[in-house]
C-alpha cells in the first residue's frame, strides 16, 4: 500500500499566510463582530425599546437632487420648518431640502473651511462642523439670510486626535440632556459627547465637557462613521458608516442593537447606495439619507397591523 505523501512545505506555508491574510481581513472589515451579531439576533428577543432598523424598506430610491452638482455631506431635520438641511464642502453651502428631496433654499458659507456636517439645535439653529480643523460653528438663520460668514458666529475647536482630512463626520443633538454628539470618521473611529457647547443659557458660566465611552465605538463593527443620528423617543444613536453599508442603532448604553443595510437586495433596494454620507430622522420616524454626489433617499418602517 502506498503512502500518502507529505504536502510540500510550500503549499504549507502559501496556506499559512492566506489564512493570516484571510483573518486580518476580516477583522480589518470587522466581519468577526459584525457575523457574531447576526447570529445573536437570531434567538434574542426584539427590544421594546428598539427602533427596529431592519424593519425599514427604501421608499425613495437614489431620486437625483437636481440643481446640485456638488457632494453633499451630512443631514438633519428641522422640526419647525419641516424641511431637511445638508451641506456642501467644495463651493461651501447650506442647502435646505424638501422631504421629498427638492432644493428650497441656498445658503453661502463664507470662512467654513471644509463643512462636513450641520445639526438642528433649536428653532433658526444649527451647528456647522469645520472637518479638517475639527471647528464646530453655531449659526442663527433668518428667513431672509443669503449668507453666513463664521467670523461673526460662535465656535469653538477641539483639536483632538488631529489627522488630516478624518476628522468631523456627524452631529446629533440631544435637546433634552443638551448633548451635541460628534462623530470622528476614523483612525480612530469616535463618537464624543459635548456638553456646554452651543452655549444655550446667558446667565450661566461658560464652560464646555467634552467626554467620551471607548466601550460603545469599541463595540461598534464598523469601518468609519458618516453621520449620526439621536432618537429623543428612544434615546437611541443612529451611526452611519458608508464603508460597512450600515446604519447601526445603539441603545442608551451603547451596545448595537438593530442595523440597516444599505447593499442591493436588503431593504428593498435595487442597487447598493455608493456613497451614504448623512442620515436624518422625522418626528414619524422617517429615515433620510443623502449619498454623494446627489443622491436622495426615504426609508419607512412599515405600519404594524
Do not use: C
Amino acid at each position: 500500500m502506498r503512502r500518502l505523501a507529505r504536502p510540500k512545505p510550500l503549499i504549507l506555508i502559501l496556506s499559512v499566510i492566506a489564512l493570516i491574510v484571510l483573518v486580518a481581513v476580516g477583522q480589518y472589515l470587522r466581519l468577526f463582530e459584525r457575523t457574531w451579531f447576526n447570529v445573536q439576533t437570531l434567538w434574542q428577543p426584539m427590544n421594546a425599546q428598539s427602533i427596529g432598523l431592519d424593519q425599514y424598506q427604501v421608499a425613495i430610491e437614489a431620486r437625483v437632487i437636481d440643481g446640485l452638482d456638488d457632494d453633499v455631506s451630512a443631514l438633519t431635520f428641522d422640526p419647525v420648518r419641516k424641511s431637511l438641511f445638508t451641506v456642501t464642502n467644495k463651493n461651501a453651502e447650506l442647502i435646505e431640502l424638501s422631504l421629498e428631496g427638492k432644493i428650497l433654499r441656498r445658503v453661502a458659507l463664507v470662512g467654513f473651511g471644509d463643512p462636513e456636517a450641520v445639526e438642528f439645535i433649536s428653532a433658526d439653529t444649527y451647528v456647522i462642523t469645520d472637518e479638517r480643523q475639527q471647528r464646530l460653528i453655531k449659526i442663527h438663520l433668518e428667513k431672509d439670510t443669503t449668507f453666513l460668514d463664521a467670523a461673526d458666529a460662535e465656535q469653538m475647536t477641539l483639536g483632538v486626535h488631529m489627522s488630516g482630512n478624518k476628522g468631523f463626520e456627524g452631529l446629533a443633538y440631544d435637546s433634552v440632556g443638551k448633548r451635541l454628539f460628534v462623530a470622528k470618521e476614523r483612525d480612530p473611529m469616535l463618537i464624543y459627547e459635548v456638553q456646554g457647547f452651543p452655549h444655550y443659557n446667558p446667565e450661566k458660566s461658560y464652560a464646555v465637557h467634552v467626554v467620551n465611552n471607548p466601550k460603545r465605538d469599541a463595540g461598534m463593527f464598523v469601518r468609519d462613521l458618516s453621520s449620526l443620528q439621536y432618537d429623543e423617543r428612544s434615546g437611541h444613536l443612529l451611526a452611519l458608516s458608508d464603508e460597512s453599508r450600515l446604519i447601526l442603532e445603539l441603545d442608551v448604553d451603547g451596545r448595537p442593537l438593530t442595523t440597516l443595510s444599505l447593499s442591493k437586495g436588503r431593504q428593498g433596494l435595487q442597487k447598493t447606495v455608493p456613497q451614504a454620507e448623512g442620515i436624518a430622522m422625522d418626528d414619524d420616524g422617517t429615515l433620510y439619507l443623502v449619498s454623494e454626489p446627489n443622491l436622495f433617499y426615504v426609508f419607512k418602517k412599515p405600519a404594524q397591523p
